[in-house]
C-alpha cells in the first residue's frame, strides 16, 4: 500500500511524507538537545565547546541542518507555487531560496566539521 502511494500515480506524496519524517527528525533532535542542555548546562565558552564535542552530536547536529534545510525547501517551494504567479520572478525566487540553504548548510557543515 506504501510503496503504491509512492509512485508516480500520487505525485506530492513523497514530498509530503518527506516533510513529515523532516519534522520528525528535528522534533526528536530538539527534545534530544533541551535534555543535554538541562542536563550539561552550559555556562561558559568552555562548556559549550565541551557540549558540541562528541562526534555524535556533531552528527546528530548536521542531520538536523540537512532535514531543516529539506523541510524548509519543501515548504517554502509550495507557498512559491502558490502565491507567485509569475514563473520567471518564482524560478528567481527558488534558485536564491536554493542557495541560501546550500550556504547555510555548507556554514553549519564548517562549524560542525572542523
Do not use: C
Not at 24 to 36: C, E, G, K, T
Not at 45 to 51: D, H, N, T
Not at 62 to 83: E, P, Q, T
Amino acid at each position: 500500500m506504501l510503496i503504491e502511494l509512492l509512485t508516480k500515480r500520487y505525485p506530492g506524496m513523497r514530498a509530503w511524507l518527506s516533510q513529515r519524517l523532516t519534522g520528525l527528525a528535528m522534533a526528536i533532535y530538539s527534545v534530544l538537545a533541551v535534555w543535554r542542555f538541562f542536563w550539561l548546562a552550559p555556562s561558559d565558552y568552555q562548556s559549550w565547546l565541551a557540549f558540541f564535542q562528541p562526534g555524535w552530536w556533531r552528527l546528530a547536529t548536521l542531520l538536523f541542518w540537512f532535514a531543516l534545510s529539506l523541510h524548509a525547501w519543501l515548504g517554502i517551494r509550495d507557498v512559491f507555487k502558490d502565491y507567485v504567479p509569475n514563473d520567471t520572478l518564482r524560478a528567481v525566487l527558488l534558485k536564491g531560496l536554493v542557495l541560501l540553504l546550500w550556504l547555510y548548510l555548507a556554514w553549519a557543515s564548517y562549524l560542525l566539521l572542523a
